[in-house]
């Protein structure tokens, strides 16, 4: 299927907070105890219409590029996947060395999905889930498949 897809502009910003609102429970996400707002980030939103069908965030950090967001609500049609190949992308065009993301031990979809699209696990955070619900108490206590919401997992891809 082929998706219409657009650079994140800052007229997108209040859309792109509802968006996060609506899928990930705030308008900001903590990973390894950073708070992640939009409006320090870059990306691609994927739209049909008017409606907003997914989206994707990462930053730049010296030779990082860290994904910060991906989400698809037309799954198993292509789109998780051309949104990180525009990430990637972007990140080569920058320079970076590395493109990483953490996501959590209960997203058996989503680290099924990343590895077979050339990520690696690099580590294990036993714990950070629980102290970043100190930061965001929406983080649910038990989250995807009924698992225990509670450790962050690293993945990385190298672009060298
Ligand atoms: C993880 C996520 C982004 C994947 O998005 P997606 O749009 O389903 O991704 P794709 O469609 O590119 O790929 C998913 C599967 O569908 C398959 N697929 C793609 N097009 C297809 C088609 N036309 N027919 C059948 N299957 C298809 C892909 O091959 C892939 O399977 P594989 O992983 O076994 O190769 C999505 O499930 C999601 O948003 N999840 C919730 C949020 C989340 O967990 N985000 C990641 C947090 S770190």
Known sequence: MTFKLRRITQNDLPRLRQFWKENWGDEFVVAHGVVYRPDHLDGF????????????????????????????????????????????????????????????????????FYQKRGFELVAVHRSAVNESRKIKPSIPLVGMNGIPLRD?????INLT
């Open 152 to 156: 962050e997992i690293e993945l990385e």
């Open 45 to 112: 939103i994927a739209f049909e219409g008017k409606e907003w069908i997914g989206g994707i965030t990462y930053h730049f950090s010296g030779i990082d590029c860290e994904i910060i967001s991906l989400d698809s609500l037309r799954e198993k049609q292509g789109l998780g996947t051309l949104l990180i190949e525009k990430a990637i992308e972007a990140a080569r065009a920058q320079g970076c060395q590395r493109v990483f993301l953490v996501t959590t031990n209960d997203n058996l979809n989503a680290l099924g």
